[in-house]
């Protein structure tokens, strides 16, 4: 448990796709708990992990230009002519 760990982090890197079973809101609860810790939270993942990760607070997130059009509730234009 990070919490257990003898010296803070100055921060924490949350990356990937949550495995089979972990509720979407892991990285949210992570992203609350370092908020409270003063670690700053470094975030790439997708949908609604990010959605609530971003509401908790973060120091930075690092989406493509899909997930953050779907973050921002515009279309892509990934795949568009232009």
């Known amino acids: 448990m990070l919490s257990e760990l003898d010296e803070m982090p100055e921060y924490l890197v949350l990356?990937?796709?949550?495995?089979?079973?972990m509720p979407e809101s892991f990285y949210g609860s992570v992203c609350a708990w370092a908020?409270?810790?003063n670690i700053k939270v470094?975030?790439?993942?997708?949908g609604t992990p990010l959605k609530?990760?971003?509401k908790e607070g973060v120091f930075?997130?690092?989406?493509?230009l899909r997930?953050?059009?779907i973050l921002a509730?515009?279309?892509s234009i990934v795949g568009k002519e232009q």
Request: glycine share 14%; net charge negative.
């Open 52 to 54: 609530q990760g971003v």
């Open 73 to 75: 509730g515009k279309e």
């Open 42 to 46: 470094v975030l790439d993942t997708s």
């Open 35 to 37: 908020n409270q810790m």
């Open 15 to 21: 990356s990937g796709s949550l495995s089979p079973g």
């Open 60 to 64: 930075m997130i690092k989406p493509n």
């Open 67 to 69: 997930e953050l059009s």
